[in-house]
Nanobody
């Protein structure tokens, strides 16, 4: 059974940094992409960043380019999201997700809250 477990959320002041982790288990992820999504109160869930497990290619939403960085540790089966220069509008529940490259994400974590105070 595939499990994605997020950690690292919290409360931070604007301009600060946080690093989210997503520990993945239950299968090998070759051929998969792992990504981060977020959902703010009253808003739809939106894509933040993703990484192809095998080739390491990364993709970002325009709103986080230059501030966030996604990376992975194959040995630990973990994906990270380094978030710098955080803004109040980054406040949301952040979800880790996984799926075959080119297909919809169908593995989801439980989410971790990120709150950025002004």
């Amino acid at each position: 059974q595939v499990q994605l477990v997020e950690s690292g959320g919290g409360l931070v002041q604007a301009g600060g940094s946080l690093r989210l982790s997503c520990a993945a288990s239950g299968r090998t992820f070759s051929g998969y992409a792992l990504g981060w999504f977020r959902q703010a109160p009253g808003k739809e869930r939106e894509f933040v960043a993703s990484i192809k497990w095998s080739r390491g290619e990364t993709y970002y939403a325009d709103s986080v380019k230059g501030r966030f960085a996604i990376s992975k540790d194959n040995a630990k089966n973990t994906v990270y999201l380094q978030m710098n220069s955080l803004k109040p509008e980054d406040t949301a529940v952040y979800y880790c997700a996984g799926g075959l490259v080119g297909y919809e994400y169908y593995y989801w974590g439980q989410g971790t809250q990120v709150t950025v105070s002004s």
